[in-house]
């Protein structure tokens, strides 16, 4: 089962808090390893909070644990780090920014 | 040690008018000849060449928030517009915002060694010392705006004077300034409200005192502290139709205390019938002539592109919708405003031919040259590399009758300008761009050759064609050393920033660290500037 | 013996707190007064003990080093400089200097945050103010795809929402608060109003506003999933408040339209003009990447995406961007400093830097450094070093660091390989 979802980058207090302790540590590491999925869609499709999911862009793939979160339907949450750009593509329109927010991308079960 | 041989001096501050003589420089100072070595000085040759102080610009949008803003905001004025690094030089690029080490390069090659950065607000004014580091050879200051400060303000509507003086001179150390400098007194801060003055006896809002009061009590202030240039002011209704009366106003307030008028050319137009305005010239021109307690620069136009740029938001609100042109403004807490407009001068524009031609106007109806600089307020009614068509203009008439006559038939109309034969000499010229800027800006060491003056020298070769002569000198000198020749720089160095630091009553600290944590969003603490911050500075003193 | 530093200014995001107080005993900081969480992670975090450069990995002396860095960057025919934002502007300075020296590409970490905000700028003008004048005329705010109570923690108490002022006295009650974003934010927990907009339909909605702002009737009921209702009542809001102040980040920068959604915003803004007071304050991230656009400014004409490469800077945001250059492999060195690419940058810009020769310079060890050929442990500006960071609103502030340095500053550094390169 493989489903479309708009992809959302951005930042979170735990991957600053990650960040802080360093790149490297285990709390930035389960910080920007994570995906928040609305409630209504994780019902609808019966994920449990915590399992692992696999999202896939033009670029490559990733799996990751996804939660609920604070999300409409449709939409995925990935904090800023190196698994979220994994997914993002280097096209930049010919500005020099890549979409870091609003890619689509494919859901499926791990 | 240096000498220059045979060229022909002018030096008005030392009343020297063109004869042969021989000017000479050791450690970077003017000397007289028996303190130097002949035989082991290196000898310039300037038979037939002429010499005279580097020049000293009074008025110029060269560095900081607003300039840069400016070069951030229009990257199309820098294409095309670009200059490649040398083994010697950096490279950049610019025609009205030219990048850092550009601009120093441009002014020095032009004979400039002395540049004043006409407006930056307190609050910023680091962000105006660390570009003055990246802009090589000039020495350079830079007018402290206080037109629109809130503690200034606060202390006239309380009657507290010596407070207001004592801020001010606390100010000017803690922004390492060179002057007071007033842009639309209370106009700015009426901007903040979406509003302007429009006489100089409006209320501020929330301050309920007026520009009057503003322009008068900084004036008093300016002769406490024996500043060494008075208060520079940019007055109310710039380019109104009724700016000619305002800055005669204007003048007269000041009952005789010491002033500078800056590019009075946009100050200077009346309503006639019809939607054109018509040149005041004269009317300002009397009253500058009339009154031998203000000195003024021109500002005058030069057609093809500009960048306004000033302290006067609510003027730059109203170019943008009448342009339709691109707009940046820039509200400074408790302190001034700003904003950024790019235009044109267009000679078949009727508008902007009145403006070019009251510009000449005053130059040739204001008597003493001693009172009238050379400046086109840059970039706002030109770019500054453009001073030596200026020159042409004042010294050729026929030049200037040529071009008079390919101004727009409407802009043309009624014009005083023809029946103007007045030709400016070399010596004058040596007065407007030099000797009288360098004077009227308390600045001893600069703006002449006599024993003791900074070693800042121009020598150029004596052409008929005037523009030709000035926008390419045979030689310039900055402390003595030999930094561009015919046109070219051939030794990049650092100029110095040129600050005050009045005395003030340290009592005032009090109040001051009260009206940071009330009103501001940086600590007081953090606001001076020191002088180990600059890598070459000079205090001028006051008084 | 402990002592206590006031005034101290925390350099993690572009608010630039100064306010920060810091008390230290022998050179290590024991407690931090006044400051966010984050700003708590970068002063509690750092250490200033000195440690080796090194190359390929194996700790070096630092002439060593900087002879490799010099050699690795004279050889390419196209190196890239990229960083810039979490350093000193005397650093920002030398870099220029040495991509000039060089014919080097130079960019700032704005190519993936603030350029497209640079680009609406340049095209459409920006109505702007400090952030004082938030703090003391702001009676309405409007935060448009940023979310300050995740990334610029100390804001909305110390500048925005909740700031006492000459005019707003009682602070919050003086202010009605709105935000802008495709999902409920903590923001917006704290505003009066949370729009939710469907991603990428700011371009419209923006439109829409400019549109009802001006008197024109909107047919549609609603616009980018926004009630026509809703907008109508935003655009009446901000037509009548006193001093109207919008912030703007990666919610409009990132999304589909990017430069086309902020120029939107900016001509709202400047429209407002006509009505009232209103102005915008781009957010930006990094405690000086507002001082990386002034430097590269004033010294090039242009704020990122600069080319040095004929001799004299050449602008070209998509061309001379960093994610460009790497993706195609248009760089054969990099130098990377104050900024940590591997982290942030899409995977195949991130995998170019590991294939070319690269040079990284940084107080903290991160991901970029793991592929670097030459890495020097430099000062933290703020911590242990003295220096100016430009504020979000581009107010210059001079740091007073609390710690002694026992590393080179970035400064230190690149002067170095800018001498070694002149000797090449």
Redesign the interface.
């Given at each position: 089962m493989t489903e479309s979802f708009?992809l959302?980058?951005?930042?979170?207090?735990e991957q600053?808090?990650g960040?802080?302790?360093?790149?490297?540590s285990e709390a930035y590491r389960i910080a920007t390893t994570l995906a928040e999925m609305s409630p209504e869609d994780m019902n609808r499709l019966a994920i449990k909070d915590g399992q692992i999911i696999r999202l896939k862009s033009a670029?490559?793939f990733v799996e990751l644990p996804v939660r609920s979160?604070?999300?409409?339907p449709g939409?995925i949450?990935v904090p800023?780090?190196?698994v979220a750009?994994?997914?993002?593509?280097?096209e930049?329109?010919?500005?020099?920014?890549?979409?870091?927010?609003?890619l689509k991308v494919e859901m499926e079960l791990a | 040690m240096l000498g220059i041989l045979n060229g022909r001096v002018y030096d008005p501050l030392n009343n020297i008018d063109g004869p042969i003589k021989d000017i000479w420089v050791k450690k970077g100072k003017i000397v007289a000849p028996e303190d130097v070595d002949r035989e082991r000085a290196e000898l310039i040759e300037a038979n037939g060449l002429v010499v005279m102080p580097g020049g000293v610009d009074i008025h110029s949008h060269i560095v900081g928030a607003k300039v840069n803003a400016a070069r951030k905001f229009r990257p199309e004025d820098h294409r095309g517009n670009e200059r490649a690094r040398t083994a010697l030089t950096r490279s950049g690029s610019g025609y009205t915002v030219p990048s850092s080490h550009l601009l120093g390069y441009l002014y020095a090659e032009m004979g400039y060694t002395t540049v004043m950065e006409a407006a930056t607000a307190p609050l910023v004014a680091r962000h105006t010392h660390e570009e003055f580091e990246d802009t090589p050879i000039l020495d350079k200051g830079a007018f402290i705006t206080m037109g629109n400060n809130h503690f200034i303000m606060k202390c006239i509507r309380e009657g507290q004077m010596e407070k207001a003086r004592d801020y001010v001179a606390w100010l000017l150390g803690a922004s390492k300034g060179y002057a007071i400098k007033v842009v639309n007194p209370g106009g700015v801060e009426n901007w903040k409200w979406g509003g302007n003055v429009s006489e100089l006896s409006d209320k501020v809002i929330g301050f309920d005192i007026t520009p009057r009061q503003i322009i008068a009590a900084l004036a008093w202030i300016s002769d406490e502290l024996r500043l060494p240039h008075p208060p520079h002011v940019h007055g109310i209704n710039l380019g109104r139709s009724f700016s000619a009366r305002t800055t005669v106003e204007t003048i007269e307030a000041l009952e005789g205390r010491r002033a500078h008028f800056c590019h009075l050319q946009f100050f200077s137009y009346a309503k006639q019938k019809g939607s054109l305005h018509r040149s005041a010239s004269s009317e300002l021109a009397r009253a500058v002539n009339e009154n031998s307690n203000i000195t003024v620069d021109v500002g005058q136009v030069i057609f093809g592109e500009v960048t306004t740029m000033t302290s006067d938001g609510p003027l730059q609100h109203r170019l943008h919708q009448e342009t339709g042109a691109k707009w940046l403004n820039e509200d400074i807490e408790n302190e001034t405003g700003g904003g950024i407009v790019p235009i044109s001068f267009k000679p078949n524009n009727p508008i902007n031919a009145v403006m070019w031609r009251t510009g000449l106007e005053l130059f040739l109806l204001i008597e003493d040259p001693w009172r009238v600089f050379l400046t086109t307020d840059h970039p706002n009614a030109g770019p500054f590399i453009h001073y030596p068509q200026v020159i042409k203009l004042l010294m050729d008439r026929d030049f200037r009758a040529e071009m008079f006559q390919n101004l727009n038939r409407r802009g043309r109309k009624g014009a005083l300008l023809p029946e103007l034969d007045r030709e400016y000499s070399l010596y004058e010229i040596a007065i407007i761009s030099r000797a009288g800027t360098a004077r009227a800006l308390g600045l001893k060491n600069k703006g002449h050759l006599g024993i003791g003056a900074d070693a800042d020298i121009t020598i150029y070769a004596d052409l008929d064609d005037k523009e030709e002569m000035f926008a390419r000198p045979r030689y310039v000198l900055k402390d003595g050393v030999i930094v561009a020749r015919d046109g070219r720089i051939v030794c990049d160095r650092p100029g110095r920033t040129l600050y005050i630091a009045p005395p003030y009553d340290p009592k005032i600290e009090k109040d001051l660290r009260a009206h940071f944590r009330e009103s501001y969003t940086v600590s007081f603490d953090n606001y001076a500037i020191a002088a180990e911050d600059f890598h070459r500075s000079e205090m001028i003193s006051c008084g | 013996m402990s002592k206590v530093v006031e005034n101290v200014t925390c350099t993690f995001c572009g608010c630039l707190c100064d306010d920060i107080k810091v008390e230290i005993d022998d050179n290590r900081i024991i407690s931090v007064h006044q400051v966010c969480s984050n700003g708590r992670g970068l002063f509690t975090e750092y250490d200033p003990t000195p440690r080796q450069p090194t190359v390929a990995g194996r700790e070096v002396d630092w002439e060593t080093a900087v002879k490799e860095a010099a050699r690795i960057l004279s050889e390419a025919d196209s190196p890239l400089i990229y960083g810039l934002s979490s350093t000193a502007v005397e650093a920002q300075r030398k870099s220029v200097e040495l991509a000039d020296l060089l014919g080097a590409i130079i960019d700032t970490t704005s190519s993936v945050c603030h350029g497209p905000t640079g680009l609406a700028m340049q095209a459409v003008g920006e109505v702007s103010c400090t952030l004082g004048e938030v703090r003391n005329r702001a009676d309405f705010l409007l935060f448009w795809g940023c979310n300050p109570a995740a990334s610029h923690l100390r804001h909305f108490t110390r500048y925005s929402l909740m700031s006492k002022g000459i005019l707003t006295p009682n602070g919050r009650r003086d202010r009605i608060a709105y935000v802008v974003d495709v999902r409920p934010t903590t923001s917006a927990k704290v505003a009066d109003h949370f729009i939710q907009v469907k991603p990428d339909t700011d371009f419209e909605v923006l439109t829409s506003l400019r549109a009802l702002v001006q008197g024109k009737e909107i047919e549609n009921e609603d616009l980018g999933g926004v009630p026509i209702a809703q907008l109508r009542e935003l655009a009446e809001r901000m037509k009548s408040c006193r001093f109207g102040v919008a912030f703007m980040g990666m919610g409009l920068t990132m999304s589909r339209a990017r430069n086309y959604n902020v120029r939107e915003l900016f001509t709202l803004v400047a429209e407002l003009n006509q009505y009232t007071r209103f102005s915008v304050i781009p957010m930006r991230g990094h405690g000086n990447v507002a001082g990386a656009d002034q430097v590269l400014t004033w010294q090039s004409g242009y704020p990122y995406a600069v080319s040095f490469a004929r001799g004299y800077p050449q602008y070209g945001p998509g061309e001379f961007t960093a994610v460009d250059v790497l993706a195609r492999e248009e760089a054969d060195a990099a130098l990377i400093f104050a900024s940590d690419p591997v982290a942030h940058f899409p995977g195949a810009a991130s995998k170019q830097l590991e294939r070319i020769p690269t040079i990284v310079l940084d107080p903290m060890t991160n991901l970029t450094e793991r592929m670097a050929d030459v890495v020097f442990p430099t000062t933290c500006y703020g911590l242990d070093a003295a220096g100016t960071s430009y504020r979000m609103d581009n107010v210059p502030i001079r740091l007073r660091p609390p710690l002694h340095a026992k590393r080179p500053t970035d400064e230190d550094v690149l002067i170095q390989i800018i001498e070694a390169i002149k000797q090449c």
């Open positions: 708009t959302i980058t951005g930042r979170t207090r600053a808090d960040l802080h302790k360093g790149k490297d670029a490559h979160g604070t999300l409409p939409m949450f800023m780090g190196p750009n994994a997914l993002i593509g280097s930049t329109a010919g500005t020099g920014m890549p979409s870091f927010k609003g | - | -």
